[in-house]
């Protein structure tokens, strides 16, 4: 199983830009997806989760109503449209697998340790 994270790059705040994950190895039909970020000196936090057939959904509090996570089977890839972007969201922003299969995603939180195969990340940098 491989992901690929891309789509990052420079924006001012109030910018948009949509991160795409491209998973190989395993179909997002059985699989759940999560977005992490991870800024200089910080933890890796959940941002976004979406589950198998974009069943469930998870959204961190401070994405939430700014960010929207979306899946396309037919590509096996899962987007995360960012938009109102602040100086805060400046992170490396990696993809990973929930290893188990058929398992949703939680409203209320994106478990670290249920993700696998971690992605090389995109780095998103908002300009104040």
């Known amino acids: 199983v491989q992901l690929q994270a891309s789509g990052g790059g420079l924006v001012q705040t109030g910018g948009s830009l949509r991160l795409s994950c491209v998973l190989s190895?395993?179909?997002?039909?059985?699989?759940?997806i999560g977005w992490f970020r991870q800024a200089p000196g910080k933890e890796r936090e959940g941002v976004s989760g979406?589950?198998?057939?974009?069943?469930?959904?998870y959204y961190s509090e401070s994405v939430k109503g700014r960010f929207a996570i979306s899946g396309d089977s037919a590509k096996n890839t899962v987007y995360l449209q960012m938009n109102s972007l602040k100086p805060e969201d400046t992170a490396v922003y990696f993809c990973a697998v929930d290893y188990r299969p058929g398992a949703t995603v939680a409203p209320g939180a994106l478990p670290l340790g249920n993700f696998r195969h971690w992605g090389q990340g995109t780095l998103v940098t908002v300009s104040s």
């Open positions: 979406i589950s198998s057939h974009g069943s469930n959904t």
């Open positions: 190895g395993a179909s997002l039909d059985y699989y759940a």
